[in-house]
């Protein structure tokens, strides 16, 4: 019969079908993935000086046995052997738990070395394994299970490379593998599984490491560019048109923004797909970025729509494009979320407009992937806030047009690390700069006891005709208990403040109806200070509000406190937010004090990357981070980018595939394609 890496191990002496269940259930399946079942870690078992071992190592040493060794029992399964163990000129306790069948293999006078970890002050050894003869030096330990243990595993991963090993090809051409000191597959395989020394693991680590980079980014960069190829619409607009739109503009651009409307308007006007996201830090201007991408699809005579996470949002998105396109005629914005179109009627006559491509740029929150939204040609859609949307509201309103060109909004700056492994199927523009005039927020960090120092501030800042934020604590799920929080802060400081200084407050529990109304006073400054919980977290631009006081800001994650921070600082005046809070784990103090040093949001997400780790940042469901099986993204950054930038290079040549060097990858894709196909 004919070998194929992709035999069940079942092929395997031994491994009947018991074992493939037990393989299974470890996602091995096939030979290919049993040989790149690789150890989690691995067992120094060089014989250690006693001098050179630290307290608390784990490690092999060799010595007499000086005492009987005695076995105690407990309970009715447990036992403990003990006995001493001369090692050069030093006697050591030695004890086994559970091993007492040991004994009858020990005597007194005889040689042994022994696994275990050694305690230094107690001069004792907690011993893990007897070694009785000659073996390896180093061991490899594998993840196992109930079903089938470590030891197993070994045995059949050796004999599965014992027959296998002359069919395994190398996928990572030659001329990489030199360049970046890698070592042949079969090489790299049996030492990541057999390693002689440790130094042999590592560089078989880092080979194992790219390769599996390496393979990812073929995979996502070929899905990219069979997205992009000739499917996506033209959106041929009116340049003169844009340009005149952006002379109309209360601003200029700063430079980070133009060159993001220049990338979104190639992508615009190209048949190819754009599946763009644009990232920039709180109060960078995206929301303008939109607007001109919107208006530029106008001017080619299609519809677009704008999806916002929130109500809040969605009206506030809704009132700054009306304003904005005012003296546009061709333009009809409408709004659209469960709550604002008060009468069914007129819900129905919106709708009815929208299908006959009279309102070509709609707002709204996900209200417009309901059913009975039905556009007449669609050609751009925009999420603002996109990681607050599943994948499957997205693909809804995808299929609100023929395959219309999509932009993502994120002021969640996604550290470059994981932009590259969530985001790498998206082609990504980011602004970088914010506009001119703006000054750094000055951020200080109180603690609780030094709470009348903020109102102090607040009242002068307010006495300057500027307007504050205060966020109530957050707890942990109740809304009930964050409201009655609010509620008390908001009588607290309606006491202290007023009535000269109008005291607001808004929550999640309001209607949106309220909540707009609340907002709308605020931003024609009826009222000064407005106490909220965390529904102000995103977008919201009041350009007056110069301080935002965050209460318990222990309390919230590190890219929560950057989004309120965000709220101030929207103007040409200084702003100031100030943390109140008494941390009590190291990783809270770490935050405060990540926030007071630094403005900057990619610095931010970084940190809150390294303190948190991928999942937690992005969200274990909806990251979408692949899962590596031993590269780690962020402690393995410059190999993925390494592989990155390779498989790019590979794939830019037209005649790649032909290459003789590039053998391995077209056998290794061919391999892959169902798996390709299901990624799409
Ligand atoms: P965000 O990126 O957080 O969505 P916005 O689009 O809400 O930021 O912009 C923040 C504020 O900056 C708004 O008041 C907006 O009008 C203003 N703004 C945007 N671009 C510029 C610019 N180039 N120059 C001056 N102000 C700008
Ligand atoms: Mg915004």
Known sequence: MERSLTDSPAVLKGVGPKKVTALNKLGINTIEELLTYYPFRYEDLTVKKLAEVTDGEKIVLKGTVAT?????????????????????????RVTFFNQGYLAKKLSVGQEVAIYGKYDQRRQSLTAMKLILQEQEDFAGVYRASKEITAKTIKEIVAQAYENYQDLLF?????????????????VMIHNMHFPETLNQGKLARRSAIFEEFFKFQLKIQLLKKRQKKGQGLVIAYDNQKLKEFIQHLPFELTGAQKRVVNEICHDLHSDVHMNRLLQGDVGSGKTIVAA????????????????????????????????????????????????????????????????????????????????????????LIITDEQHRFGVGQRKALRNKGENPDTLAMTATPIPRTLAITTYGEMDVSIIDELPRGRQKIKTSWLKKKQFKQALDF????????????????????????????????????????????????????????????????????????????????????????????????????????????????????????????????????????????????????????????????????QSGLPDFKIGDPVSDFNILQAAQVEVARILNDPDFSQKQENAGIMRYLNQETTNLASLD
Do not use: W
Not at 68 to 92: C, I, T, Y
């Open 292 to 379: 001109l991408a919107m208006y530029a699809a106008v001017t080619a005579g299609f519809q677009t729509v704008l999806m916002a996470p929130t109500e809040i949002l969605a009206q506030q998105h809704a009132q700054k494009l009306a304003e904005l396109f005012e003296n546009f005629s061709e333009v009809n914005v409408a709004l659209l979320t469960s709550s604002t179109n008060r009468s069914q009627k007129a819900k129905a006559t919106l709708l009815e407009h929208l299908k006959a491509g009279e309102i070509n740029v709609l707002i709204g929150t996900h209200a417009v992937i309901q059913d009975n939204v039905a556009f007449k040609n669609l050609g």
């Open 458 to 621: 607040i009242a002068k800042q307010l006495k300057d005709g500027s307007q504050a934020y205060v966020i109530s604590p957050l707890i942990a799920e109740s809304e009930a208990l964050d409201l009655q929080n609010a509620t008390e802060i908001y009588e607290q400081l309606t006491e202290h403040f007023g009535p000269t200084y109008q005291v607001g407050l808004l929550h999640g529990q309001m209607k949106a109806e309220q909540k707009d109304e609340i907002m709308a006073a605020f931003k024609a400054k009826k009222i000064d200070l407005l106490v909220s919980t965390t529904v102000i977290e995103v977008g919201v631009d009041v350009p007056n509000a110069t301080v935002m006081v965050i209460l318990d800001a222990d309390r919230f994650g590190l890219a929560q406190l950057h989004q309120l921070r965000g709220r101030v600082g929207r103007g040409n005046k200084q702003s100031y937010c100030l943390l109140v809070a008494d941390p009590k784990s190291e990783y809270g103090i770490k935050r405060m004090q990540t926030m007071v040093e630094t403005t900057d949001g990619f610095v931010i997400a970084q940190k809150d990357l390294e303190l948190r780790g991928p999942g937690d940042v992005l969200g274990k469901k």
């Open 170 to 186: 190398d996928i990572v051409p030659v001329s990489l593998r030199e360049r970046f000191k890698l070592e042949e597959r079969k």
């Open 68 to 92: 009987p060794p005695v076995v105690s029992h407990f309970g009715r399964a447990k036992n403990r052997l003990n006995f001493s163990l001369l090692v050069e000129h030093d006697l050591l």
